[in-house]
């Protein structure tokens, strides 16, 4: 599946308290239209002769327009008309460009009449301004490249950026949404937000910028590779493969790279791989690299050389990829919180329901959502006892507190499942499997009663909340601006996706439609932003217990629909030092049914079983060898190994 972004507004991202919002919008389609549109390289000027073009998306002619058609390249903006400013970072010392010069900067606009004026820009590493030059607005052409001429070349010396603004009028995609981004690949420091002289990395978010240099003195080496870095963990004397990341910027296609592998600090031993990476600037590949952990746990190094390529001499300096890693003697598997910021008021949040009923069918117990509405005061299950996690915007989520913003559907790609299974890749490093939970007798509470025990020695935070699954009423109305849209504008994961329901046609397809809700973070721990759970100091392999009460919501409109529903159950969180989860764990209230009276009357009583999916979320059949999660008719779901 790719990744879809048929909406203007899709990703809302506040870079400050006074800041403008930058959101993405998809190329519309009448700027090129094939059937009657016809296209050709860009002509480079008589002056331009014998440069070299560079950049993090270097496509043109009909390669370019065919991104634009296909929604591969998109558009960025405030989603008003006005001035913006962006740009990217160019990496200059010991790389093949130092003492090239840029003749010119190459952009391209999506509508050019919508442009009143513009120029390139040009700042040194710590983000000076150095040169500007303005652009000729009557040379621009609606998706096609114009070539700005600086009146001086500038010779890169050292690292530094390149920036466009543009000042648009009107009220078209094109003049709202004005800056081309290549949607397919997430490219450190090809994408930085400069708003009131200030830098905002968001090259994760929204791709690499679609602009070039025009470059003289500049040499394309045959093979000009290097290596990145990783880090992670793994358990004592276990093998691994590590993806380690390449970037190339070479005339000739590489084939085959040559290298060798020392862990921590012993004898390199030398590999030898077959890799197809095309020719070309900044072509960014993977190599995996096998190893096998230390005997010993602690830290230590993955040192990683480049030797060869095709056989040849590398053209940059053969230097040592240190990738760090934590070696752990006890392995306990990670569960992945989502913490999500949504709300009934938000038209894009279906899309987080729909991105957290994926990850709760495929990951079953091992993904544990908790949705805090906070968007609008009037939502039902409004909550008042939340963490600040800094959350920029609505549908948003947080994995693990790890710091990282995304979508809760798309995630930093295509689909969220892909950030969670990355995350439960790694070690928790507490077991919190003993947690119970208990309602009391008087409905009114759930005491939680945590047992931890750490795999590494820490001071941890424990945060407890209180869930409820199947929440609805008569007020529990969702905005919905996927009911304008059919289901093959949109796109779906898979036959199940619950975003089917929210589109024109579906269950759910009206712009305000009653919804049931998941996952709903009824109370918590924290007060005033605080958690009150307490912290627990532990040695290596040390247990203890803890409790908290939470009590239940007094609100008549969501305390109703808890007891319509008594889908409850507790997450714990234990936060560690560095302020990410260290592990987290959701249990059910052991004696609900009991407390709340519930009879649970089945027309059919017979669980069956209704799809089962690979770890890697295909759905599969009951006869495909490996380990399957398997999904049955109650909505629970548990694996199993079929031979």
């Known amino acids: 599946m790719k990744k879809f972004y048929a909406f203007c507004a899709a990703s809302l991202i506040a870079l400050s308290a006074s800041a403008q919002q930058w959101q993405m919008c998809p190329t519309p389609k009448a700027l090129y239209n094939p059937a009657t549109q016809t296209v050709s390289a860009p002509k480079k000027a008589t002056s331009l002769e014998g440069t070299i073009v560079w950049g993090y998306y270097t496509k043109d002619g009909e390669d370019f327009l065919a991104d634009i058609q296909s929604n591969r390249v998109g558009l960025v903006g405030t989603g008003d008309a006005g001035t ?79 920036a466009l603004s543009v000042t648009t009028s009107g009220y078209t995609d094109g003049a709202r949404y004005p800056i081309f981004i290549d949607k397919t690949q997430s490219v450190a420091g090809s994408m930085y937000i400069i708003q009131s002289g200030k830098f905002y990395d968001y090259s994760s978010q929204f791709g690499p910028l679609v602009f070039q240099l025009a470059l003289s003195d500049c040499e394309i080496p045959a093979h000009g590779l290097s290596f990145g870095t990783t880090s992670g963990y793994t358990e004592v004397n276990k093998e691994y493969t590590i993806d380690l990341p390449l970037s190339s910027s070479s005339s000739v296609a590489t084939t085959s790279i040559d290298y060798t592998v020392s862990v921590a600090g012993g004898e390199p031993v030398e590999h030898h791989a077959e890799v197809a990476l095309p020719a070309g600037f900044n072509v960014e590949g993977m190599l995996p690299v096998t190893f096998t952990a230390p005997a010993e746990a602690g830290n230590y190094t993955v040192d990683v050389q480049l030797t060869k390529v095709n056989g040849e001499d590398n053209a940059l300096a053969d230097k040592v990829a240190s990738s760090s890693f934590v070696n752990v003697d006890r392995w306990i598997d990670r569960n992945c919180v989502m913490e999500e910021f949504t709300g009934t008021g938000c038209g894009w949040c279906p899309r987080g329901m729909a991105g957290m009923d994926i990850c709760r069918r495929y990951l079953g117990d091992r993904f544990i959502g908790i949705a805090y509405h906070l968007f609008n005061s009037t939502d039902p299950m409004y909550a008042t006892g939340v963490p600040n996690l800094g959350w920029s915007g609505a549908p948003s989520c947080i994995l693990d507190r790890s710091g990282a913003e995304m979508d809760p559907y798309y995630g930093s790609g295509d689909i969220i499942l ?128 803890a409790s908290y009460t939470l009590t239940l919501p007094t609100k008549a409109v969501l305390k109703n629909a808890v007891q319509n529903s008594w889908k409850l159950s507790a ?66 779901s548990y694996k199993e190994f079929v031979k």
């Not at 790389?95 to 050019?112: C, D, G, K, Y």
């Open 418 to 545: 892909d950030d969670i299974n990355a995350r439960l890749k790694l070690p928790g490093l507490v077991d919190l499997s003993g947690t119970t939970a208990e309602l009391s007798e008087d409905l009114k509470k759930v005491t939680v009663n945590a047992s931890i025990d750490a795999v590494s020695a820490g001071t941890y935070e424990l945060v407890y909340v209180l869930l409820c699954d199947s929440l609805a009423g008569s007020t529990f109305k969702q905005s919905n601006y996927y009911a304008s849209y059919a289901l093959s504008q949109v796109g779906a994961y898979d036959e199940e996706d619950m975003i089917r329901k929210f589109v024109k046609g579906g269950e759910w397809g009206t712009s305000s439609p009653l919804v049931v809700y998941d996952d709903v973070a009824i109370a918590s721990s924290y007060v005033s932003q605080v958690s009150k759970g307490g912290k627990v100091t532990l040695a290596k392999d040390e247990k203890q217990t």
């Open 571 to 636: 997450a714990v969180l234990a936060v560690g030092s560095n302020g990410e989860v260290a592990n987290a764990i959701r249990v059910k209230i052991n004696n609900i049914d009991e407390a709340a009276g519930i009879q649970n009357v089945v027309a059919n009583t017979e669980v069956k079983e209704v799809a089962r999916y690979s770890l890697d979320g295909r759905r599969v059949s009951a006869n495909t060898p490996g380990v399957q999660v398997v999904r049955l008719s109650d909505g629970t």
């Open 84 to 162: 913006v400013e962006c740009g990217y970072y160019v990496k200059v010392a010991g790389t093949i460009l130092e003492n090239s010069s840029i003749q010119a900067v190459r952009i391209a606009m999506p509508e050019a009449a919508v442009v009143k004026s513009g120029s390139v820009k040009i700042y040194d590493k710590n983000q000076k301004l150095k040169v500007t030059k303005a652009i000729t607005v009557g040379a621009l052409k609606d998706c096609a490249y114009t070539d700005v001429m600086l009146s001086d070349p500038f010779t890169l010396t050292d690292d530094c950026y390149i």
